[in-house]
């Protein structure tokens, strides 16, 4: 019969498999830090969530106002037709994101809390 | 009266079947318990498939793994459903994993039962993902993951406990040994 008391390699195991499960759990709850603004497909901005405030980006002619609330981040107003980005409200989770198509601008909930470089 | 030598049958094949039933048992009384989270389950039944591989070796663990999957599921009417091929792959994968901790000697237990608890929550995963294009976030991995591993320990405990059991009793009633065996061919039932 093999080995029944738990030996050395097998605390070993188990700590790696709980801490790498720990850390994946950690790395993928709880609300997004940070929004990443894109105009034209490319990265304008990255936003905290932190702190409240309206954000007014140049964007197709007139301007995209970007409102931050309590974590929370939505398009105020746009100057697009239809107003689908408006009508989408708030996001606040991981991987969430507003497209405006006629205005070809994105905001996307990233992982994490801002570094210090691009705060 | 017939014992297995009369029909030529190996005695290690006889045990083999014999873990099937059990095994296949297990899992079937496991599926029809009612369950406070419809995807969690301790998996009872991976505890015979270890103690296979101890005593019979790993081509009959891995006979033994297949079977009570497949068994479990035709009983319970999921055959050819999307929890029995996520099931399969799950077994199929922890069963290899297992084998492969097994043959490195490295490990007691409570690490292949780990290893193998996690590994079949994995696959099951996989088999979500893959065959089903379900979509789903590093968090419900690393909860699977955990889940796998707690079930995994939890199910070495139970097999050492039961193990102590077992070799008490062979200890104290040494002819007991193989009797289920010898009760199965005095019935004429294989």
Not at chain 1, 53 to 78: M, T, W
Not at chain 2, 17 to 32: C, K, P, Q, R
Not at chain 2, 162 to 190: A, M, Q, V, W
Request: charged share 20%.
């Amino acid at each position: 019969m093999a080995h029944r008391r738990i030996r050395f390699p097998d605390i070993v195991l188990i700590a790696v498999i709980s801490f790498s499960s720990l850390w994946l759990i950690a790395r993928n709850s709880g609300r997004g830090g940070y929004a990443e603004i894109y105009y034209k497909g490319k990265l304008m901005e990255k936003l905290d969530l932190s702190e409240n405030r309206l954000i007014a980006y140049p964007a197709s002619g007139s301007a995209i106002i970007v409102e931050v609330k309590d974590g929370a981040v939505r398009v105020n107003d746009s100057p697009c037709p239809d107003k689908l980005c408006v009508k989408r409200g708030f996001i606040s989770g991981k991987g969430e994101e507003i497209i405006c198509v006629p205005s070809r601008f994105q905001i996307v909930i990233g992982r994490g809390v801002v570094d210090a470089v691009s705060r | 009266m017939r014992f297995p030598d009369d029909y030529n049958i190996d005695r290690e094949d006889l045990r083999t079947l014999y873990f099937i039933i059990l095994a296949s048992l297990i899992n079937i009384i496991e599926g029809v318990l009612p369950k406070v989270f419809p995807f969690l389950r301790l998996g009872v039944s991976n505890i015979v498939v270890i103690y296979a591989l101890f005593a019979l070796g790993s081509r009959k663990a891995f006979l033994i793994s297949i079977f009570k999957t497949v068994f479990g599921s035709f009983v319970l009417g999921r055959l050819f459903t999307p929890m029995f091929l996520m099931g399969l792959c799950g077994s199929l994968l922890s069963v290899s994993v297992m084998i492969a901790l097994h043959r490195t000697g490295f490990f007691s237990v409570y690490g292949i039962s780990a290893a193998g608890g996690t590994v079949h929550n994995t696959g099951q995963l996989i088999v979500l993902g893959t065959v089903y294009g379900i979509r789903y976030n590093g968090k419900l991995l690393g909860l699977a993951l955990l889940l796998g591993l707690l079930t995994g320990i939890v199910n070495a405990f139970i097999f050492n406990k039961t193990y102590e059991h077992f070799s008490r009793r062979d200890r104290e009633y040494p002819s007991d040994r193989d009797r289920i065996g010898k009760d199965i061919c005095k019935n004429n039932l294989i």
